[in-house]
């Protein structure tokens, strides 16, 4: 809804609009050391769209999704499991070299994370959103006129602090993925 | 009606004058039997009659200390069983120590009040008792000590209360053999003897630990003994007393004030208790003053105690199976004797007097504050830990452990959990961090009964202290 709200109000603001969409999937690393002890790295998916406002400048929105990590946690090494996933919004500024087009990336995420703890002890429930920045980079190649490969990495600090402890549920994110382009 | 209630209302005085709880355990020679006496009845009556799963005769019997076990020996088995007597109407065969490997077949049996182990004479010849650790809940553990003294034998054997002097007759020899018990309760560090009359063949040890008195059968008499300390025993004053006719076993009464020595014989003349007093250790007063007994055994047991007082002090039970069949009960102040009549299947042998178990709580409690970090918040977690206590002697005890909030003195404790004992502990989980408890521990015995408490408070942040 929300990608349907912001790629009408662009259309109506813009007379010719360049379009992107894609996928990517990629390593996603996690930044605090108890999490990536339970939990490990994961992976993600990053379906996303993008638009072209202004000589390079454009604007992209996905979801990142896929990280569902499943560990033993605790002095009694109970399961558990970690979800964590979210809107990401950014200003990109891609410049265009020939066939390829390296880019920069600056925006905001919004995720949500639910930990699930297999225990009658597990008193709290840890089910919650937490908004923060996001920064990318990236190269896409253009084998095709509308087609690119795309190498993505971001970087997400995410602090959140559902309870008396501060985590860390950032982390790097490396992506390949596959895209095209088009003309509205 | 006026008479039924002067015999009822007479029989609760005299039953609330024996003691309320006392039990006599009463081994059989016939076929695994023995059988539970009620002291808490006037007249006593026997209050069942239950099988050990060794179709064998029984001879000593001897409670632990805690009364929460028997040991029985069979001799001719070569084993010593042990049975759980916390609910005398229901004692149960708890586990048994088979020696037969080692062709050691066990006669007497003495258990120390102190100490946690028993020591148990043979009537193989082969100069060996055994001693038995108490404490193991498996009842596995013994060891098998050889006697140095050449040419010794140890049908009865008599340990003092600290279980620090064993006493041992070695009949064939006419003689004792004594000795210190070593630290590991294992066998002797020392040995020294001093000469009896002719067989003597049970000794028994006063509630004090300082006078031992041994009874020679062929002799007809016996011999007086002062402990002067750990394997130290000498002659006492007289050195020996003749009885009538030929003794066989003795018994203290509760207080060491007065010993009883009941005899018996091949002829027609009734088996007799003989009484004496005690007047200072190893001092015993010739006065006698002699019972003819209802009862009669007619044999020569090495070592088991054909004779009981109950724990006040006022009842003897004496052992004989032959004609009338049934054993004597003498009350002690007035020496009125009666037949306890048994079935003549019944054949006593060994007697004992038990009271109700008792049960201690674990020992050495500690609590130690655990965090389990499920890291977007933390669970606390009080590690409670206990040992079993070593005044058990392995009885089969549960662990309760009650908790309620620090600080509400007026609050009620909780039930958290029970355990079997062996389950050493247990983690309070799903705490706060500012929580702090009192931990109350106790054990419980098959019967229910529970011990007094051991209360633990947790003061994390602060001190922790046992109470």
Redesign the interface.
């Known amino acids: 809804m929300l990608f349907f709200l912001l790629f009408s109000t662009l259309a109506l603001c813009v007379q010719a609009i360049d379009i992107e969409a894609g996928f990517l999937y990629g390593m996603r690393t996690v930044a605090d050391s108890q999490i990536k002890k339970v939990y490990g790295n994961g992976s993600c998916m990053f379906p996303f769209v993008g638009v072209n406002i202004w000589k390079g400048l454009g604007l992209a929105i996905g979801y990142e999704t896929g990280f569902s990590r499943d560990g033993k946690i605790g002095l009694y090494e109970e399961p558990t499991t970690l979800k964590v996933g979210g809107f990401i919004v950014s200003l990109v500024y891609q410049h265009r070299l020939g066939l390829v087009a390296p880019y920069l990336g600056l925006g905001y995420g919004s995720f949500s994370y639910e930990q699930t703890i297999d225990s009658p002890y597990a008193f709290e429930k840890v089910d919650a959103t937490q908004g923060g920045l996001v920064i990318s980079a990236g190269i896409k190649v253009y084998p095709l006129k509308n087609v690119f490969i795309c190498g993505d990495f971001k970087y997400i600090p995410l602090k959140v602090k559902p309870f008396e402890e501060t985590v860390d549920l950032g982390g790097m994110r490396l992506s390949l993925g596959l895209g095209a382009s088009f003309g509205l | 009606m006026k008479r039924i209630v002067l015999v009822v209302g007479l029989v609760l005085m005299i039953s609330s004058a024996l003691g309320a709880k006392p039990w006599v355990l009463v081994s059989s020679s016939d076929f695994g039997h023995y059988y539970v006496l009620d002291l808490g009845t006037w007249p006593v009556s026997v209050l069942g009659f239950f099988n050990i799963s060794l179709i064998v005769g029984l001879l000593d019997v001897e409670p632990y200390p805690n009364n929460c076990y028997a040991l029985f020996s069979t001799h001719d088995a070569g084993a010593v069983v042990r049975i759980d007597i916390t609910d005398p109407n229901h004692p149960i065969e708890s586990s048994s120590l088979d020696l037969s490997g080692r062709a050691f077949a066990p006669l007497d049996i003495a258990i120390p009040k102190e100490g946690g182990f028993a020591v148990v004479g043979e009537g193989s010849n082969m100069n060996r008792i055994v001693f038995i650790d108490l404490t193991d809940p498996d009842f596995k553990t013994y060891s098998i000590y050889h006697l140095k003294t050449d040419g010794a034998a140890a049908e009865a054997v008599a340990v003092t209360p600290d279980g620090q002097t064993v006493i041992i007759c070695d009949s064939w020899h006419n003689r004792i053999i004594y000795g210190q018990v070593n630290e590991s309760k294992s066998g002797l560090v020392s040995e020294n003897t001093l000469s009896t009359q002719f067989l003597p063949i049970n000794v028994s040890i006063s509630p004090d630990g300082r006078t031992a008195l041994v009874v020679n059968f062929f002799s007809q008499s016996f011999s007086v003994l002062r402990i002067d300390g750990p394997g130290a025993v000498v002659p006492g004053s007289p050195s020996s007393l003749l009885v009538w006719t030929y003794p066989q076993s003795i018994a203290f009464s509760p207080d060491g004030s007065r010993a009883y020595i009941y005899s018996t014989s091949y002829s027609s003349w009734p088996d007799r208790l003989s009484c004496y007093s005690v007047i200072a250790p190893g001092q015993v007063n010739p006065h006698i003053t002699l019972v003819d007994l209802m009862s009669k055994s007619g044999a020569a047991y090495f070592g088991v105690d054909l004779l009981a007082v109950s724990l006040d002090g006022m009842l003897a039970i004496a052992g004989g199976w032959l004609d009338p069949g049934g054993l004597s009960q003498v009350l002690l102040d007035s020496y009125d004797v009666s037949l306890i009549p048994l079935k003549s299947y019944e054949h006593p042998r060994g007697l004992a007097v038990f009271d109700e178990a008792l049960v201690y709580p674990p020992a050495e409690p500690t609590c130690t504050r655990?965090v389990?970090?499920?890291?977007?918040?933390?669970?606390y977690?009080n590690r409670l830990t206990w040992s079993v206590n070593p005044n058990n002697l392995g009885a089969p005890v549960t662990v309760r452990i009650y908790r309620k909030n620090l600080g509400e003195p007026d609050s009620e404790f909780q039930l958290l959990q029970e355990f079997d004992q062996s389950l050493a502990s247990y983690d309070d989980?799903?705490l706060r961090k500012d929580q702090n408890f009192v931990y109350r521990f106790t054990s419980v015995l098959r019967t229910g009964k529970e011990s007094l408490p051991t209360d633990l408070e947790t003061n994390f942040g602060g001190l922790m202290f046992k109470k």
């Open positions: 655990l389990n970090d499920f890291i977007f918040y933390k669970e977690v989980r799903g």
